[in-house]
């Protein structure tokens, strides 16, 4: 027994010490990202194994919560101490940022090596953030589809068996399953989702050019103008479908409650295919994943991106670029994506191995890039910079809360706080 | 315990029945009033550990309170071995042995130099004693999300950004007010002819403090022990801040564990894990009260 | 030893023997022992505060610039209803959760020093809450106060169909959510520091009162309670601590919601220099609670250490 232990501990000092050279010779990244979930883990491990097998020494440095916000607080202390990470998981608006801010090395050997630039890899929309002045400063690794509408199979059944394709058609349907007593939308009353849903209706009732004129270019006309307005009513009438529980009710509980028959419809992005997937539930038998209303052929989106922080030595900043190589790698995008829920960054990855909702994303996606109707997310870092989306998040949350604010008094809010940046 | 302060035995006796009956009143209402309290205490408890066993299917349908149809441990092994705590689904249970060298170092080192600054400051008055005391009083105030910048730049220059041991400082440093807070507020009513008593013995500063003052110290000791180990344990801004990498804590692991906004959220693995990440702490909470008896002051006043 | 004779005894202050230089050295060794924390608290509180305030008069955004604006970010602070709203939740809150578990912390300590069986127990219980993060048990508090999961639902489960316990939902009631949630996890403590002090308090003293004849109440009253003050002191500074920091719970419980109905200057401080780029504006609320903290704690705080050592000498 004894022995054993001696010999058990001398083969572990032993490993340690293998260890401990191999870690020597191996160039390391330390990689910061904010996706911990098992959904989400299991994603990453796909990268991390290649990287692995590329001969390069993954250190995890996640940090989760506030939607990333826990992980940019570290960040910006860290790159305060001179210590930022190798990499760092980015949405659009930070990759653009940190690279303005000249933090990023640039990837543009591997951008033409692996041909990132070359018609039908990247979605243009996508690739303004990607590359920023100049040059390539992230590696994309998914795009988020924003716009759909979950709907339990058996309740859109009893309800005319087909999805409302306009908001009109949402309310329709709405007030008889109120009715009936059926919660007709699962909502959370959490300040992301707010302006999420507000932002659904946005793009429901004024469709991409309305989007384009008052969210991503902030045009006075539009965004005071009629439009805007009707976006703000058509928000307060959507409010009036939710359960009284609904205050910072986190998204998976109203996927949950459409599981179950306890609401009918839910705005979520493709992020909830993985709460489906984990009950074991299945497409067009349990629930349908239709466009949001009033939102067909658009594909609102969203990324997430790899930026590399300077500071590393020859080999390091080799093995960052390595890991924007495998990042970008088809089958990597492809195997990723359909472990995380999500649709590859690459316009070039088959959709068949994708489940039935990925496919339709794939395919959405591909007739709104011929027909330029892709749609940045305000809601989730892909229209705006971060400090003028928390303007219109504000303005939306005081808004949903306040009973009597009318939709002028919001729209003057957001020109208010806009004039203040 | 023998001299803890009783309110029955206070009571003027008319009659030793009468007064018989108002002590077993009395008694019956202190324990009731203890016993109401500990339930209200225990609810959300309850409500984390009825969780932590039941499926997830369980939750989503049922109520909080009802128990578990088919209870089941699952939730407290992922916890313990298999929940993600970033690309490595390893349980938290590799992070206990980095915060204690974390916690360990910086509640003594804090509790001590607090107990002495607390000392100096009662007993052995200065010039602008409560002009410092004010400065290091104010202290407990500081806004921590505004000092971490400056904080951390300062760890980046002096080598220690991502180290245990920069970590232990950040800690000590901004746990002293509070531990001389504590120290002071206790001496200040310990009575001085303590420390006179000590003087005419020939002690000194150091002695009287080591000698006289620490072995009556014991409750005000485990209240700064219990609020410093508590505090660092479930810090999470400075250790994720300062300690990455292979040296982050267990509060940034939980919350690693706990903390997704687009990810599936399994509550019954999140409540056993913070109910697992806390246990060194009740820990400490069960044994450190054994310490919490009376002083020994009156005694050696008199002696 | 009546408490009147203990603190006159108190009188001769500093060693009888040695004469003035002794006495001047050891004060001087004394000064030495402190000097170190002094140094530090200005360095890294006093000092790192002002770099802040120094921010705050700029227009940094990700990152500190130096390129001054005046009290440009303090107007813009003043004129963002969700920082009047965040500051007007703080002061409910600190007041509402100071108050309570400075009330619940001495009664609970009063009741464990009657001589009680198990006192262990009851202690740890009282303090567990403290043990577990607020990350998680700040979930709990959401179900157990939802309408539809929690407490509300339990009762109608259980047959009061008419109970109705709606507060969180409620933009004008979910603030005392959260200062319920924070008294249970907070006087846990304030009992500890209550139940120290009552350790501290001399036998002696009580026994006198009481061969004096006063009743319990009086006892406590009038004995007790004022040998308790530099606890209450510590107490109430360490609560206010505690409130103008709180953050995990509110992320957790509410979110800041309904609307901005539990939102509090540190979310506020958070989401604009870490989620918004506004680091500027991020210090300048930052300062603002500190300084306003300072304004109303410094008259009370310099009013009983006078008060303490008028007492003492």
Redesign the interface.
């Given at each position: 027994m004894n022995r054993k232990r001696n010999l058990m501990g001398a083969l572990a000092v032993m490993s340690v010490m293998g260890a401990g050279t191999a870690f020597a010779q191996q160039p390391t990244l330390e990689l910061m990202h904010f996706w911990t979930s098992g959904g989400e883990s299991n994603a990453m491990q796909v990268i991390k194994d290649a990287v692995q097998a590329a001969g390069i020494a993954w250190q995890d440095a996640a940090v989760a919560g506030g939607a990333g916000m826990n992980a940019y607080q570290v960040l910006q202390a860290r790159i305060a101490a001179g210590n930022p990470p190798a990499g760092m998981q980015m949405h659009s608006a930070q990759i653009r940022q940190f690279a303005q801010e000249g933090l990023l090395i640039d990837l543009d050997a591997v951008a033409s090596a692996q041909g990132w630039d070359k018609e039908g890899v990247l979605d243009p929309q996508l690739k303004a953030y990607a590359y920023t002045d100049g040059h390539w400063v992230g590696a994309p690794f998914n795009t988020h589809r924003h716009n759909w509408l979950w709907i339990n199979k058996a309740l859109l059944d009893k309800y005319g068996g087909t999805p409302p394709a306009t908001w009109e058609d949402f309310f329709a349907m709405a007030d008889k399953m109120k009715a009936d007593g059926v919660i007709p939308i699962a909502h959370g009353g959490q300040a992301w989702q707010e302006l999420f849903l507000w932002e659904a209706v946005a793009n429901g009732v004024g469709g991409p050019a309305f989007h384009k004129a008052a969210i991503e270019e902030l045009d006075p006309e539009a965004l005071s103008g009629d439009t805007m307005k009707q976006v703000f009513d058509t928000y307060r009438k959507v409010l009036s479908y939710v359960d009284p529980g609904y205050p910072n009710r986190d998204w998976n509980l109203s996927i949950a409650m459409v599981m179950d028959g306890q609401a009918a419809m839910a705005l979520a992005g493709d992020w909830a295919l993985g709460e489906f997937n984990v009950a074991g539930k299945q497409a067009n038998v349990d629930y349908v994943c239709a466009n949001g209303p009033g939102t067909d052929g658009q594909f609102v989106w969203l990324a997430d991106y790899w930026g590399f922080f300077k500071g590393l030595d020859e080999q390091g900043v080799k093995a960052q670029q390595k890991l924007a190589e495998i990042t970008m790698d088809p089958a990597i995008q492809e195997e990723f994506n359909i472990r995380k829920g999500s649709i590859p960054a690459r316009l070039d990855v088959k959709p068949d191995k994708f489940g039935f909702c990925g496919q339709k994303g794939i395919a959405d996606r591909a007739a709104a890039v011929a027909a330029g109707t892709m749609v940045p997310s305000l809601s989730q870092n892909s229209a705006q910079t971060t400090d003028v989306r928390g303007v219109f998040e504000d303005a939306v949350n005081e808004f949903a809360n306040t009973p009597d604010m009318t939709a002028d008094e919001a729209i003057a809010k957001i020109n208010q706080g806009l004039a203040e940046l | 315990m023998s001299r803890a302060i009783s309110v029955e035995g206070a009571i003027a006796l008319p009659t030793v029945k009468t007064a018989r009956r108002k002590r077993v009143i009395g008694r019956i209402a202190v324990y009731a009033a203890l016993v109401v309290f500990a339930l209200a205490y225990l609810f959300p408890l309850a409500v984390m550990l009825l969780t932590s066993v039941k499926p997830l299917r369980e939750i989503q349908a049922g109520n909080i309170l009802a128990l578990p149809v088919e209870p089941t441990i699952a939730p407290w092994t992922a916890a313990w071995s298999t929940a993600c705590v970033g690309v490595e689904c390893v349980g938290i249970r590799g992070f206990y042995a980095n915060t204690f060298i974390i916690v360990i170092p910086a509640v003594v080192i804090a509790t001590l130099i607090g107990a002495l600054n607390g000392f100096a400051l009662t007993k052995f008055r200065f010039p602008g004693h409560r002009l410092i005391f004010g400065l290091i009083l104010f202290g407990t105030f500081t806004p921590y999300q505004a000092i971490l910048i400056p904080m951390a730049a300062t760890l980046g220059k002096l080598g220690l950004s991502g180290s245990l041991v920069g970590l232990i400082l950040v800690h000590t440093i901004y746990g002293l007010p509070f531990t001389t807070v504590f120290a002071r507020g206790f001496y200040i009513g310990v009575p001085q002819e303590l420390v006179k008593a000590a003087e005419v013995d020939g002690a000194g500063f150091f002695r009287t403090f080591w000698s006289v003052m620490l072995p009556i110290s014991a409750p005000i000791l485990i209240v700064s022990v219990i609020w410093m180990f508590t505090n660092i344990w479930n810090d999470f801004l400075f250790g994720s801040a300062y300690a990455f990498g292979s040296n982050a804590p267990i509060m940034v692991a939980l919350n690693n564990v706990v903390n997704t906004s687009t990810g599936e959220k399994p509550y019954n693995v999140h409540m056993a894990s913070a109910m697992l990440a806390a246990i060194p702490t009740l820990i400490l909470y069960i044994v450190a009260g054994k310490y919490f008896i009376r002083g020994l002051m009156s005694g050696s006043v008199k002696g | 030893m009546t408490a009147a004779e203990?603190t006159s005894?108190?009188d001769?202050?500093g060693?009888?023997?040695?004469g003035r230089l002794r006495r001047r050295l050891?004060?001087r060794?004394?000064?030495a022992?402190?000097v170190?924390?002094?140094v530090?608290?200005?360095v890294?509180?006093?000092?790192?505060?002002s770099?802040?305030a120094v921010l705050s008069f700029t227009d940094s955004?990700?990152?500190?610039s130096f390129n001054f604006v005046g009290f440009q970010q303090y107007q813009?602070l003043w004129?963002?209803?969700?920082w009047h709203a965040s500051v007007e939740n703080l002061a409910i809150f600190t007041i509402g959760f100071v108050g309570l578990s400075t009330l619940?912390g001495l009664?609970?300590a009063i009741?464990?020093?009657?001589?009680?069986k198990a006192?262990?127990l009851?202690?740890?219980?009282?303090?567990?809450?403290?043990?577990?993060?607020?990350?998680?048990?700040g979930?709990?508090?959401?179900?157990?106060l939802?309408?539809?999961?929690?407490l509300e639902?339990?009762m109608h489960?259980w047959g009061f169909e008419s109970f109705n316990f709606?507060w969180?939902?409620n933009?004008n009631r979910?603030i005392y959510t959260l200062i319920i949630a924070a008294v249970?996890q907070g006087s846990?403590?304030a009992m500890?520091?209550f139940?120290?002090?009552?350790?501290?308090?001399?036998?002696?003293i009580?026994k006198a009162?009481?061969i004096d004849?006063?009743?319990?109440f009086r006892?406590?009253w009038s004995v007790?309670m004022p040998?308790l003050r530099?606890?209450f002191?510590?107490v109430l500074?360490?609560m206010?601590?505690l409130a103008?920091?709180t953050f995990?719970l509110m992320?957790a419980?509410?979110?800041?919601?309904?609307?901005?109905?539990t939102d509090l200057p540190?979310n506020f401080?958070?989401?604009?220099?870490?989620?918004?780029?506004?680091l500027g504006l991020?210090?300048a609320s930052?300062?603002m609670?500190?300084v306003t903290?300072?304004a109303l704690?410094?008259p009370f705080?310099?009013s009983e250490?006078?008060r303490?050592?008028r007492d003492?000498r």
């Open positions: - | - | 203990i005894a108190n001769a202050g060693p009888r023997h040695g050891a004060q060794v004394n000064i022992f402190v170190p924390t002094v530090i608290v200005v890294f509180v006093y000092g790192f505060v770099w802040s955004k990700t990152f500190p813009s004129s963002n209803s969700r619940v009664l609970l009741l464990l020093d009657q001589r009680i006192e262990g009851f202690r740890t219980i009282y303090l567990y809450p403290l043990a577990i993060s607020f990350i998680v048990t979930t709990a508090w959401k179900w157990a939802n309408p539809g999961l929690g639902k339990l489960d709606d969180i939902a933009p979910a249970w846990g403590f500890a520091v139940l120290a002090a009552l350790r501290g308090v001399d036998a002696e009580v009162a009481k004849g006063a009743g319990p006892t406590y007790v040998l530099p606890a002191l510590t500074i360490i206010v601590a103008i920091r995990d992320v419980m509410t979110g800041g919601g309904p609307g901005f109905a540190t401080m958070y989401q604009f220099a870490f989620g918004r780029q506004r991020a210090a930052a300062i609670i500190f903290v300072l704690m410094i705080i310099a250490l006078r303490e050592s003492q």
